[in-house]
């Protein structure tokens, strides 16, 4: 799969902007603050329905203005296709593939893949398991519907359950109800997450010791309440409920779900160097690309923003020899504030590429692997 062109209209500091890209190599160079980021995230919003920001939609919309439109003309599967979303100020958002709006935006997760690589991943180390919990949820349910449907079920369920505890229900048969519901989804998320982690740790390991090298030992293990299999969540709930009811929210289930990340047998946040840190996050990034061409059968976006600070010469060096290897990535997009930068990366990189320099939210279209480099 690859993203042919795209069109942008008041989103966050773009005013407006038209852009065609290569299908190899995409980079965009500037200070920080100029757009780079915000046109990856208008990437990242085409493919998931939202900001990888965390911004709600209004919030998106350029300063002064009251709407945003943005719309993606991609090749998937050697068929034309396009998505277009638009938002206007206190109202609900469109989203459309080929002109026809989406009942569900859950049916669009999954068809038009990413994996982005980004300053923030720092928070997957030294967060809380709640930034390693999304990191499962938005894997995976890009890769599976039906996992993101019961997501989607037991966390409606999981708020009703709270509502309940907090307002002190005391209704038994209310409780069982919510809670059955809940059972059934959680075992198909806690066997989900597992085998994800699973699939994904050889990848992992692989390449991690790619970028890094050898005598590091890197390890994922996924945490959950339900280990073991001779005892329900039901059950759990039946036995936590009297301290539920005193906190006023459920304390187990997979919504506390974690993943345990090591080096060396130790935890990363206490063990590693920041170069050690990146090397993990983009390893683990990297593997998650991984496992979703598999999954999904099509070749996931790859956005790599700002993804060289904090590494030396020599990982940069192999990190882009990773993604450039055989035909095991797709069409990547780069952002980097250092031209000399991303000169040595299209050395060694080849192939088709274009750089586009960001200021103001606006992009000049300039060196390409079919142009001259006449800035030097």
Known sequence: MRLKRISINNFKNIAEARLDFSPDINCFLGNNGMGKTNLLDAIHYLSLARSFSGLNDSALIRRGTDFMMLRGEYDRHGIDEEISAGVIAGKRKSFKRKGKEYQRLSDHIGLFPLVLVAPSDTDLINGTGEERRRLMDMVISQSDPVYLDHLIR???????????????????????????A????????????????????????????????DGEAPALRYQTHLDDPTQSLAELFERTRQRDTITGHTTVGPHRDDLELTLNKLPVRRAASQGQCKSFTVAMRLAQYDFLRRSAGVAPLLLLDDIFDKLDSRRV????????????????????TNRDHLDSIMEIAGGDYRIWETVNGSFKDGLSSNTPDTTK
């Open 154 to 180: 037991y966390s409606r369920s999981l708020q009703q359950r709270n509502k309940m505890l907090r307002d002190h229900v005391a209704d038994h048969n209310l409780y069982a109800a919510v809670e059955m």
């Open 182 to 213: 809940m059972d059934f989804s959680a075992d198909y998320l806690a066997k989900s997450r597992r085998r994800w982690v699973e699939e994904l740790t050889p990848i992992f390991t692989e390449l991690y010791g790619a970028i890094a090298g």
């Open 317 to 336: 060096e192999r990190i882009i020899s990773i993604v450039r290897s055989g035909n095991r990535f797709g069409q990547i997009f780069i952002t980097d």
